[in-house]
């Protein structure tokens, strides 16, 4: 009986979120109202309120499950211990991505105060380029600062995965995106004097 609840749960979710994008491609999302996504929906308002306290609680919900999706796809490229780690990371990342290509290109145009999807996936690719650092010791071996170099990463990574979602895939966009990656991590071998 609990599977049933849960099937019942996940399938009411599933249609408020599809009802919530469908309406997002037409109308803004500041003039959206639950009863809107409520009606798209084809469930009751107080359907609606036993799932999200209203349509920022929607939103960030929806931003952090693409988050957590982004993170796991991330961490998973650098737990593999390779010397050429930066190479295909942009293109993991946009096959890994374009299954969920419209919903990320609606949500990458909303910024509040406590959901930004741009902003969650720019923090997690800082983040875990200045792990990486720490963990290769690069700082032993360039006088860039890390914090620089992770900034630098992730803002590329940002650039190139939103271009791509919006412009479709573009392989050379990608090979430049991999190998400018494989330069942001491997910076020693330059002459910066």
Do not use: C
Not at 71 to 79: G, H, L, P
């Amino acid at each position: 009986m609990a599977d049933h609840e849960d099937l019942r749960i996940r399938r009411t979710r599933t249609q408020i979120e599809q009802a919530f994008f469908e309406l997002l491609k037409t109308k803004p999302f500041n003039e959206l109202t639950v009863q809107d996504i409520s009606q798209r929906a084809k469930v009751g308002r107080s359907t609606f309120y036993s799932h999200y306290y209203d349509k920022y609680d929607l939103l960030e919900s929806l931003v952090r499950d693409y988050s957590t999706i982004f993170q796991d796809i991330v961490q998973q490229r650098f737990s593999i211990q390779t010397p050429e780690i930066g190479s295909n990371t942009v293109r993991v990342l946009i096959v890994a991505l374009t299954q969920y290509r419209q919903n990320l290109l609606l949500l990458f145009n909303l910024h509040t105060e406590t959901a930004d999807l741009e902003r969650n996936f720019k923090q997690i690719l800082k983040k875990t380029a200045a792990d990486y650092f720490a963990k290769i010791r690069l700082a032993d071996r360039t006088n860039l600062p890390m914090d620089y170099l992770s900034e630098l990463y992730a803002s590329n990574v940002i650039m190139f995965l939103m271009w791509q979602l919006r412009h479709g895939k573009n392989d050379a966009v990608i090979r430049f995106g991999d190998r400018l990656q494989e330069f942001v991590l491997k910076p020693e071998g330059l002459d910066l004097s």
